[in-house]
Structures are given as C-alpha cells and as structure tokens.
C-alpha cells in the first residue's frame, strides 16, 4: 500500500494578484477595514521541507528478556499441545522437534523482537532448516505451525505484557 501525500496552497503573490475586477473590485487595506473585512492572506507562503523529515524513521523498543523467558515457555506448551494433534508424524521425536523450535524463537525474542512490527520470517525458517539438517520429522509442519501461533499470539502477549508494566 503506497502512501499518498498532497498539499494545496494558493500562492498570494501581490505581482500577480489582479488590481481590478469588474465582479470582484480589489480591496484596499484602507477600505477593507471600512467595510469590516480583514484580508485572509497577508503574506505568501513558503513550502519547505528538509532532508531530515522525509528520512525519520520508528525506533523498536529493546527485547525485553523476561517478556522472552515467559513467552518461550508459553510457546513450547502451545506447540507441544498442536503438535500432539500429529503424534504420528513426528513419533519418538516429538520432544527433539519442540526444542529446537523453542530454542530458535526463544533466541529471536531475546535478541531481535521489540513489539509489534518486529515479528520476523527468519527464525521459522531458521526452525524448518534446524530441523531439517538434524533429521527430524515433520520439520516443515513443525515450522508451519509456530509461524501461525506466533502471528496469532505474540504481538497480542507483548501488548498486554506492556500494559501490565503501566
């Protein structure tokens, strides 16, 4: 989605600005105060914009360590509860798979996420391939799986996390 930025302004330059009109008679400042009527444009206008303006950028929060302690845990049970639902893909494994997909995001909410905004692909990806080099079953399941939850549950937890704080 692109954003869209106009302005309007009438530039009042006084060389330009007729001094008689058949409809409109010119107002002097002598008898624009006669009839009551105040000029709405005294001077012209000037549109300035600088450089740094048009370059300011949002500044993401540090990671919160104890924000990550608590959703890591919160994540492992979670993925350990949908992940039961397809015991028989991962069999024996199940643990194996759930620790390394909780030690991947645990280390990107302790490192990179700052709030909402922040939710990255590469760790799921980081998770798909971890799996996948170590042999595991259902690796890209697995990965599928704490993609959709952490779209649907982190940025939810670090707001209400925050508002706690307050």
Not at 44 to 53: C, G, P, Q, V
Not at 66 to 86: C, D, G, P, R, V
Request: hydrophobic residues 40%; charged residues 20%; proline residues 7%.
């Amino acid at each position: 989605m692109a954003l869209f930025t106009s302005f309007f302004f009438v530039p009042v330059t006084p060389a330009k600005t007729p001094t008689s009109n058949a409809i409109f008679p010119r107002l002097s400042s002598s008898s624009s105060s006669s009839f009551g009527v105040k000029p709405i444009f005294t001077n012209n206008f000037t549109f300035i914009t600088t450089r740094a303006s048009l370059t300011q950028k949002y500044v993401y929060p540090d990671p919160c360590p104890h924000f990550a302690e608590s959703e890591t845990q919160k994540f492992k049970a979670e993925l350990l509860e949908k992940l039961l639902e397809e015991k028989d893909e991962f069999g024996d494994e199940l643990d194996a798979v759930i620790n390394v997909c909780a030690q991947i995001f645990g280390e990107f909410l302790f490192k990179e996420y700052g709030g909402p905004g922040t939710l990255l692909v590469e760790p799921f990806t980081d998770m798909l391939v971890a799996l996948k080099k170590k042999k595991l079953p259902g690796a890209p399941l697995a990965a599928r799986v704490s993609l959709l939850w952490a779209q649907n549950y982190v940025d939810k937890d670090w707001e209400v996390w925050n508002s706690k704080l307050k």
